[in-house]
């Protein structure tokens, strides 16, 4: 069983920036494909950013593209997200998920979330 446990959220002024953690535990973790999702009020989970396995891929919405960057510590069992030049429209629970077989932009693909981390972005 894998357990997924986000950190590093909280309040951020605009233009601010945040780093997420995800400290997950299991010995499949360096062979998982990796990814942040977040949700709004009255929204779909919405996908933000995947790293492969190794972290030699990564792939980002066009909404946080140069952004936020994703990256990996397998040594550590964590992903991580930095978030920079933050905005109000990026307040929302995130959401970290592991280990899927389908297009890591499908959420409905993840065997593994964590509980979520609140951000919000006041002006």
């Known amino acids: 069983q894998v357990q997924l446990v986000e950190s590093g959220g909280g309040p951020v002024q605009a233009g601010g920036s945040l780093r997420l953690s995800c400290a997950a535990s299991?010995?499949?973790?360096?062979?998982?494909?990796m990814a942040w999702f977040r949700q709004a009020p009255g929204k779909e989970r919405e996908f933000m950013a995947s790293?492969?396995?190794?972290?030699?891929?990564?792939l980002y919405s066009d909404a946080v593209k140069g952004r936020f960057t994703i990256s990996r510590d397998n040594g550590k069992n964590t992903v991580y997200l930095q978030m920079n030049s933050l905005r109000p429209e990026d307040t929302a629970v995130y959401y970290c998920a592991g280990r899927t077989m389908r297009d890591s932009r499908d959420s409905r693909g993840y065997l593994y979330w964590g509980q979520g981390t609140q951000v919000t972005v006041s002006t």
């Open positions: 790293i492969t396995g190794s972290g030699a891929i990564t």
């Open positions: 299991g010995r499949t973790f360096s062979s998982s494909t």
